[in-house]
């Protein structure tokens, strides 16, 4: 046997259409009890246990199958609920994964109704480890308690002026890096909070490789949102609220929900 | 690595959002996505993400932030598995318990003469399941 079927996706509907997959290789669609698995045939010389062992560790390889799997799911996320599935998830042939679907189909139909409606939403925040952090703009008014002490930023805004930003390095460099990851953390938290409020769901996960986002500056908060499509524009505004006094807050999205479809199945 | 990240340049979403200070969808954000996000499947499957070693990968993506995150006081790779030595020494050892009972069953084999293939699948799906930590 030299054939395989590749699974990108698990969702509630099938599209007229999908972009290529792995390798160029086209999508098709699995249907089964209220459910559609997205596969392309692939040949086992390219994702068989030992091609792909050593094509891991080729980045360029990498990326583009990373890219490719993520145009899939990307696409049906767009149209239909939909529960992504790691990379590189290869069955032997299509009745295994009919036999997934047929197995597992509640707990598919359970993550796709808590994603049904909803999109995940990326907020990263990232602070220049050189220049001080505040509590953010508002944190003293909004009394949620995990302001900082000290005479700290008056509210935001500063940061953009040269004079505003030189006082914040000295302040920074005079009390010492301890004070200054503890403001960090304390912000990151009130960020994450603030935002979690709004959403349905959410998840920090670990800060990025300032080799990954490109960027030399410390990566303080990595979260992860599950906003209903009706928010979206109320959660990009409390998201770019946040920032200033020395953080910046980048949104990247809306992503399929990868961070909330995390389940393991046999 | 270095060509692979900072260029920003990618795949856009297919359906675009209009906050202003949304970025381009980057490799890293999405590597961080497919690898490590969405539904894992384990058991009855040919090729599985947790199967191949991903160490090397793992550890090129994202053991660099390690001293971000110890500035930050986030301790995440003490429960990585790939990452803190305790599980690593499980996944070893349960390799090492992989290449003999595979050479005790091909022993097995040659004395019987039967095919014993399915039986040590089945052997490595139960060492699998039971030996392999959690990921």
Known sequence: ?266 | MDRMMGSGSAVRPAYAGSAANREPTNLGDILERVLDRGVVIAGDIRVNLLDIELLTIKLRLLIASVDTARELGIDWWEHDPWLSGRDRELVEENRRLRRRLSAIERRGEAIDGGDSTERYDRYRDHAERHGDVDV
């Open chain 1, 1 to 266: 046997m030299s054939d395989a079927t590749y699974l990108y996706a698990v969702a509630r509907d099938a599209l007229p259409e999908c972009p290529a997959g792995v390798a160029d290789l086209p999508v098709r669609t699995i249907g089964r009890e209220g459910l559609v698995a997205y596969v392309s045939t692939v040949p086992l010389e390219q994702f068989g246990e030992q091609a792909l062992r050593r094509s891991l560790e080729d980045m360029d390889w990498l990326a583009e199958t990373a890219r490719a799997h993520h145009r899939v799911v990307d696409a049906v996320a767009a149209a239909t609920p939909t529960a992504p599935v790691r990379l590189v998830t290869v069955y032997d042939d299509d009745g295994h994964v009919r036999d997934l679907l047929d197995r597992r189909g509640d707990d598919f139909l359970r993550v796709l109704a808590r994603v049904s409606g909803r999109r995940e939403w990326g907020v990263k925040a990232y602070a220049d480890p050189a220049a001080g952090v505040g509590p953010g703009p508002g944190a003293s008014g909004d009394g949620n308690g995990e302001s900082c002490p000290g005479p700290s930023a008056s509210g935001g805004g500063g940061a953009g002026r040269p004079g505003t930003a030189y006082l914040q390095r000295r302040r920074a460099s005079l009390r010492g890096r301890e004070q200054v990851r503890r403001q960090v953390l304390q912000r990151a938290d009130h960020i994450h909070r603030a935002l979690s409020e709004l959403a349905a769901a959410s998840y920090r996960h670990r800060a990025q490789d300032p080799r990954l986002s490109g960027r030399h500056d410390w990566m303080l908060l990595n979260g992860a949102y599950l906003v209903d499509e009706g928010r979206d524009a109320e959660f990009a505004e409390q998201a770019a609220a946040l920032g200033g006094d020395g953080v910046e807050i980048r949104v990247t999205g809306p992503w399929a929900p990868y961070s909330f479809t995390v389940m393991e199945m046999g």
